[in-house]
């Protein structure tokens, strides 16, 4: 059994390596903006092949499929496909933790923006929903069951806890690669999304927290900066931490992260921070808001691929 389950992965992430070839790529009658008939065919029935295909029963089989929609993406000679995109966006609330995450990263390679942007806010929003019905608890941190420390023979941990564990770590692995995905597409819906989602994060959430916040001043939207501005304000000074942890050292994490996101901003230099006296954010923020973009506009194929040639350059 074991040995059949790494033979079928290896297929798939062979398969999954594979490159298309671009349909239409060298017939002369194609152009940069449209294709010949027969091509145009050919790619509507490699397209419905592949639609097919993502109704499969097998996880492995659904993942190497949007891996292989996102291949014919790519190689398309007249830019990102809405059509192929949406398929892809559609595998979003797939029941399968990989396929899920495999479509996060398919949008996010330069994959038609008006179907990623959007679809991406949506699967963050979601999954922000889904996180809050699961907080953490004592058994997130104490012993099998909630067994003392110490405790030479504690009861064996319910599988319930267990299982609501895991689906915790798989969402919270999704909403990190969400974020990933939204910081490379600059869009205004791509701001307002993680701007809604940091204060609903706690110290709790650290990674997803400092990821949140950094994306957010990477994008440089001034309304952004000024969400990771206020999330700082307030967070406390000098707290001495509770049973359940150390101290709460939130705002001066975010207020680290803002500083290195800000190095070459030429704005002012991020204030110090103290355990004593919090630093006037407002003063900051009011002198240096010219420096972010007061609006990120909407993100189109044509601005993402004038990105990739000057990133090529």
């Keep these: 059994m074991v040995a059949t389950w ?5 297929i798939v992430v062979a398969s999954s390596f ?12 194609c152009s940069l903006t449209a294709l010949c008939a027969p091509h145009q065919k050919e790619e ?3 397209v419905a092949g592949l639609a097919a295909k993502l109704k499969s029963k097998d996880p492995f089989d659904r993942k190497a499929t949007v891996d292989k929609l996102a291949e014919l993406d790519h190689a398309r000679p007249l830019g990102p496909s809405a059509e192929i995109a949406k398929l892809v966006a559609g595998t979003l609330d797939d029941d399968n933790h990989l396929v899920r995450l495999g479509s996060v990263q398919a949008l996010a390679a330069k994959m038609h923006p008006d179907v990623a942007v959007p679809a991406l806010c949506n699967a963050l929003n979601l999954t922000m929903k889904a996180l809050a019905k699961m907080p953490y608890g004592r058994a997130d941190w ?7 420390a110490g405790e030479d023979n504690p009861p064996p941990e319910d599988p319930k806890a267990i299982e609501k564990r895991k689906q915790r770590d798989e969402l919270n692995t999704l909403a990190q690669e969400l974020v990933n995905a939204l910081t490379i597409l600059p869009d205004d819906r791509s701001v ?9 994060l706690s110290r709790w959430h650290e990674a997803l927290l400092t990821s949140t916040a950094g994306a957010l001043v990477k994008l440089r939207a001034r309304k952004g900066i000024e969400v990771v501005v206020q999330r700082i304000k307030l967070s406390p000074i000098g707290d001495s931490g509770s049973k359940w942890g150390g101290p709460d050292k939130t705002g001066a994490t975010l207020r680290d992260v803002l500083a290195r996101g800000l190095e070459d901003a ?17 003063r900051w923020f009011a002198k240096n808001q010219k420096h972010f973009l007061a609006k990120l506009g ?11 040639e000057a990133g090529a350059n």
Excluded at 6 to 10: E, G, K, N, R
Excluded at 192 to 200: D, I
């Design 298 to 308: 909407k993100l189109t194929v044509e601005a993402m691929q004038m990105g990739d």
């Design 266 to 282: 030429g704005s002012e230099p991020v204030p110090p921070w103290s355990d004593e006296e919090a630093p006037d954010w407002e």
């Design 192 to 200: 307002t999304a993680l701007m809604e989602m940091l204060p609903q």
């Design 18 to 29: 594979a490159t298309a070839a671009p349909i239409g790529g060298d017939c002369a009658n």
């Design 44 to 46: 509507a029935a490699a």
């Design 6 to 10: 790494f033979a079928h992965c290896w």
């Design 142 to 148: 104490g012993g099998g069951g909630g067994a003392g």
